[in-house]
């Protein structure tokens, strides 16, 4: 098959004088069944009837419009990642952050005026709706390129489910699955699909422009017999640094420029390796290392394969074209992420001991509607987990990662500097904080990796108002509560942002409050407020905590054993728990 995106001439762009579009995409959401991974035939989301959803295709300066009617038979928002949205919040797309989603059968315009260019892409907000399918590359072109290439092509990478996604987040959710195992994905899709062909021509240079658009797999790139050249880092043009690979976790993306082959004598092999270190356990028919292919003379043969060393990369030594110095900040917020079993007795992901539940009112309402009280994080609920910052400030965040897992972590509405990384965690109480790197220009991009027990430090002005999700890209952490909500510069919002009154008509049809505090109410009276489940009690962390749940399980369910923890076992052992317990049902009916 050869690549369904087509290349694109740019040379024919390049002459044109700037001319901004209004560019309309019509996105009928629907469900469509499809075998994209060539092992199963699944529903999964799809627009217009196709899937994979199209690439969105924009200019600078152009305003983007989406028409998006609703087809499914649950509520649908979509976001379009990395994008600035000044102004506009009220099009970001999370949720219960800044709209009310879309009711099923009903129809909502987003209205994106493209204020950036690079590499970006756009994916469903409302629960899990990405992982089934609902993620297109939103490419956004610069008449003026910082650097030249002949032609282009967009490689989204994703990781690929069998079952749809609320049934796995159940699961993964539940009380038999204490140490959160995440689903660990049946495939790996390029272009959401299998074997995708790429066409070189000899002597062209091309930007291809990597996606990683996976809901849990970390990927390391690399192509065979071609250097490749990192030109752009989630949409900040970077000085060229050749790399022999890559890795790219959830939600990132780079360009690369690659030069093509003097001839056409060969075929090559493009590689996507899935870090097994992701996954908790790896099944043995698990593809992790997935291929495309670059194509010269589809008469050639393959070039002999290479094994890529995985080698070291650091994002923060990227230098950004366009400089931007930091600056000392005037706010600083340490947030330490960690997952544990709280008191339903499901894991779920904490930052600083709080789970992200979804406020009944959607944030931005209440920024707009609640006066000069906007400006008091109670007003939005303690588990939407605000974090109130002043316009114009500069704002720091050292994120810990308390956890044994990587984590993407992921801003809406800004680009963030990388200022520190460190080993361990960094409490502010402590003195200064130690990890800073060279400040003069640091690198920039929206998402960034924590790795395990380590932390990094990023900055960002408060020069966007509105309300942005910060949260982990990694859907299932998401899900599990791994996220928190800037609420930037509300004393202004009501005065920048205007929210169009028919977005309020899905709010009602939908029997969702669209205005005043988290619980829907005046002032601070918060009763009534979706509340979280709090850590458990007394000393116990970790495989204690699992130890223990296991051992009030079996007790609840009258079985005399006492299950010990072991973390690939656990699926089996929850679902042997469960045979017994419907087994125990049984017997008494
Ligand atoms: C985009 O718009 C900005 C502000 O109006 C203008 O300065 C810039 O030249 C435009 N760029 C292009 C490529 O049209
Ligand atoms: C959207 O797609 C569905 C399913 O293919 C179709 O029944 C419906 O007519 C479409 N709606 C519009 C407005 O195109
Ligand atoms: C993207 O849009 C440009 C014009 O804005 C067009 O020339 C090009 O063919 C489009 N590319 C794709 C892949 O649709
Ligand atoms: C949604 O848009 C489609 C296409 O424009 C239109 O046919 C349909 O009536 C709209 N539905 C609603 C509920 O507005
Ligand atoms: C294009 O960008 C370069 C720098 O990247 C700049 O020197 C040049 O003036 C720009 N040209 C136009 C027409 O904007
Ligand atoms: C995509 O991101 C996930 C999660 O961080 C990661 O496991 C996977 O390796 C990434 N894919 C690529 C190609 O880097
Ligand atoms: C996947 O690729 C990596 C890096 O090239 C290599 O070390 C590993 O052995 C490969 N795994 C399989 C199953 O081929
Ligand atoms: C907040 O607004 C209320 C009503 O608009 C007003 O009565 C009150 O004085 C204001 N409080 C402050 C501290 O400005
Ligand atoms: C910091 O980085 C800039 C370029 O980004 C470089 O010019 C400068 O030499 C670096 N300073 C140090 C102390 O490394
Ligand atoms: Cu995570």
Redesign the pocket.
Known sequence: MLASIKSLALVALASTVAQAAVVTYDW?I?YVNTNADGLFERRVIGV??QFPPPAINVTLNDTLVINV?N?LDQPTSLHSHGLFQTGNAQFDGPSMVTQCPIPPGANFTYTIPIEQHGTYWIHGHFGGQYVDGLRAPLIIHNLNETYKYDEEYTIALADWYHQEHSVMLEQYLSIFNPSGAEPVPESALINQMLDQKFNFVPGKTYRLRIINMSALAMFHFHIDGHEIEIIEVDGIDVERQKVSSFPITAAQRYSVLVTAKADTSMNYIIHADMDPAMFDVVPDELVLNITGTIVYNEASPLAPEELSQWEPFNDAELVPVVPLATQAPDQVFALTAAFSVLNDYSNKATFNDITYVMPKVPSLYTALSTGNLSSNPEVYGKYAHPMVLKHNDWVEIVINNDDPGNHPFHLHGHVFQIVGRGEGKYDPSSGPYPGYLNTTNPSRRDTVLVPSEENVAIRFQANNPGVWLFHCHIEWHLQAGLATTIIEAPEIMPSVLKVDPTHYEHCKALGIPFSGNAAGKEGLDLAGANLGPDPLPGTFTGKGIVALVFTIIAALLGLGTVIWYAREDDAQIASQIAQAKIAQEEETH
Do not use: E, H
Request: glycine content about 16%; hydrophobic content about 15%; overall charge neutral.
């Open positions: 009928n629907t217009n009837g009617i087809n």
